[in-house]
């Protein structure tokens, strides 16, 4: 993180005249802690995007959990009262991204265990069947930004932020609500046009059906389906 370095212009005032003295110009002082280098920091949230990423790609739900803000399992168990119980008029309200996202939580999982389950463990549920993160693997991680107080990063491509995380006693985590919260904007812009014609809900449907390899059975508008749980992995 560039540092501007003060040059320190002090005017001396005696009892003569003024005189104005110029200080050498003094080297850029290295944290005390090397922790709070700025380089050793950027890296810090690099890993731990790779280690998130690398959860994900393993369905490790324990590592995974560990990785994301606490913030995450209020907003999956807001996903999951909404994937249960939301009417179409109530999906129609809600941003685009949470529609998605609900649409494909009730397409993928049953009610059964929609209702087994709370935030956390559909948080669970998504990671073991890949539900979460699709194409962070991919992202360059070159580019990091910091808040001033180095609480907040953001992974950035191409000068424009794509990934969140925030700094606490367990390190860098990285903030789902809060990505889901900044990329909102541009999936509502994108499908602008067809929300103006079909409404939300029948564009976030259109959008799943076309990048999905399956059949997207029309009744996950009303619910979720109910599936055969049988063979599904539950979350700890």
């Known amino acids: 993180m560039a540092r501007r370095l003060c040059l320190g212009l002090i005017l001396a005032l005696t009892a003569c005249k003024p005189t104005i003295i110029y200080d050498e110009p ?27 990423t690398a959860a994900l790609a393993q369905r490790d739900v324990e590592a995974a959990t560990a990785l994301v803000v606490d913030d995450t399992f209020w907003f999956y168990e807001d996903l999951r009262v909404a994937a249960l119980r939301a009417t179409r008029e109530q999906l ?60 907040t990063a953001s992974i950035n491509v191409e000068g424009q932020p794509i990934a969140w995380l925030r700094k606490n006693e367990a390190g860098w985590q990285i903030d789902i609500p809060e990505i889901v919260r900044r990329l909102g904007p541009a999936i509502e812009a994108a499908v602008r046009e067809q929300v103006a014609a079909d409404g939300k809900l029948r564009a976030a449907y259109t959008r799943l059906e076309i990048n999905s390899d399956e059949y997207l059975d029309v009744a996950i508008l009303d619910g979720p389906l109910e ?8 979350a700890p």
Not at 34 to 40: K, S
Not at 227 to 234: I, K, N, R
């Open 227 to 234: 599936l055969d749980e049988g063979a599904s992995e539950h």
């Open 92 to 151: 129609e309200a809600l941003d685009m991204m949470s529609v998605l996202m609900v649409l494909q939580i009730r397409a993928t999982i049953g009610r059964a265990e929609l209702e087994a389950v709370d935030g956390r463990g559909l948080f669970g549920l998504a990671v073991t069947k890949g539900m979460v993160g699709e194409g962070l693997d991919q992202v360059p991680l070159d580019d990091v930004w910091l808040d001033d107080v180095r609480t």
């Open 26 to 52: 003094k080297p850029e002082q290295r944290p005390s802690d090397p922790a709070d280098d700025p380089l050793v920091v950027h890296e810090a949230v690099r890993e731990a995007v790779r280690g998130y």
